[in-house]
């Protein structure tokens, strides 16, 4: 990522504090004629003074990386992975990362050892959907005496996507063609014989969470029973009469992840978007960034 040059200082809110303080010693000293108020008012002042370009140099050697953001439901966390890299000689203090896109998250690391880094993760809400760009992330510091922050600014091109809100009617569309041979293939359903698990597909049902493995700390597991499927299912953004697009587009979403959840074999149709049935995680993604970058002409 692209740093700025120099890190630049700006006043706390303790440094409001301060000024009252030495102002205070100030006025006592004056009206009283203390030598012993004036040097402790000395005393202070200097050590706040001193404590300035320590507060610059504990950003120095301190660089930071963005990693990949996962893709997130609208109304859910965007997790933001990152890397803080000290590649200075000596131990950094009370650095703290902060997304000046998403309402100021802040997340902070203590101490950062000389050569070596520190992984932190920052979380924001997502409200729409469609591919965001993060900008900018600032790396701040407020060490050792907190009267005055340095920053240090760093640009980047890291991008994210959130996917429509899933909303509307759970239950798939009849709409199906029959494949050629009635084959047994692994689904949900209720009094259908256990399969197996697999990974929990976020965003759809708790229902058939395996809880029993996750109290043995184990990763969120979906229960899987044998189900004879009936065919493709075809999602059809035409076919739906809502008024709003952006219904339109949550309504698909929720049927993708109920088909998938549910193994059935699904197709998306878009304005200028057809994706062919299939099954699995890359044909899932495949449909939710489809839904996720839809843009409506005009005439719709």
Same mark, same amino acid.
């Given at each position: 990522?692209?740093a ?29 004629? @203390? %030598? =012993?108020?004036?040097? $402790?008012? /000395? ?8 404590? !300035?370009? &320590? ?11 963005v ?15 990152v890397?803080i ?7 950094r ?19 950062i050892?000389?050569? @070596? %880094? =520190?992984?932190?993760? $920052?979380? /924001? ?8 760009? !993060?900008? &900018? ?61 697999? %990974? ?37 953004f ?63």
């Amino acid at each position: 990522m692209k740093a700025g040059k120099f890190p630049l200082a700006y006043p706390t809110a303790g440094f409001g504090a301060l000024l009252f303080v030495l102002a205070a010693m100030w006025y006592a000293a004056s009206s009283q004629n @203390s %030598a =012993a108020i004036y040097l $402790l008012l /000395f005393l202070l002042a200097s050590v706040f003074l001193v404590s !300035i370009p &320590n507060t610059l140099t504990n950003l120095a050697g301190v660089t930071l990386r963005v990693e990949s953001a996962k893709p997130s439901f609208a109304g859910d966390e965007v997790v933001l992975p990152v890397e803080i890299m000290n590649t200075s000689r000596a131990t950094r203090y009370g650095i703290e990362v902060v997304l000046p896109d998403a309402d100021k998250t802040r997340e902070r690391v203590d101490s950062i050892p000389r050569k @070596s %880094a =520190a992984r932190l993760t $920052l979380r /924001f809400a997502s409200y729409h959907r469609g591919e965001h760009k !993060i900008e &900018n992330l600032d790396l701040t510091s407020c060490y050792p005496l907190g009267f005055v922050r340095a920053s240090k600014r760093f640009v980047s091109n890291q991008t994210y996507l959130v996917y429509p809100k899933p909303a509307g009617n759970s239950q798939l569309p009849t709409n199906h063609s029959r494949f050629a041979d009635n084959r047994v293939q692994q689904g949900i359903g209720h009094g259908d014989d256990f399969a197996g698990v697999r %990974a929990y597909v976020p965003g759809e049902s708790q229902r058939h969470i395996d809880w029993k493995a996750v109290a043995r700390g184990q990763p969120l597991m979906t229960k899987e029973f044998a189900a004879e499927t009936k065919g493709a299912v075809s999602l059809d953004f035409f076919e739906l009469r809502f008024a709003n697009v952006e219904e339109k587009l949550s309504q698909l979403t929720l049927w993708v992840i109920e088909a998938e959840r549910a193994r059935q074999p699904y197709g998306l149709r878009l304005p200028g978007v057809k994706i062919s049935p299939a099954l699995g995680q890359m044909h899932f993604h495949s449909c939710l960034r489809a839904l996720s970058l839809f843009r409506p002409v005009e005439h719709e």
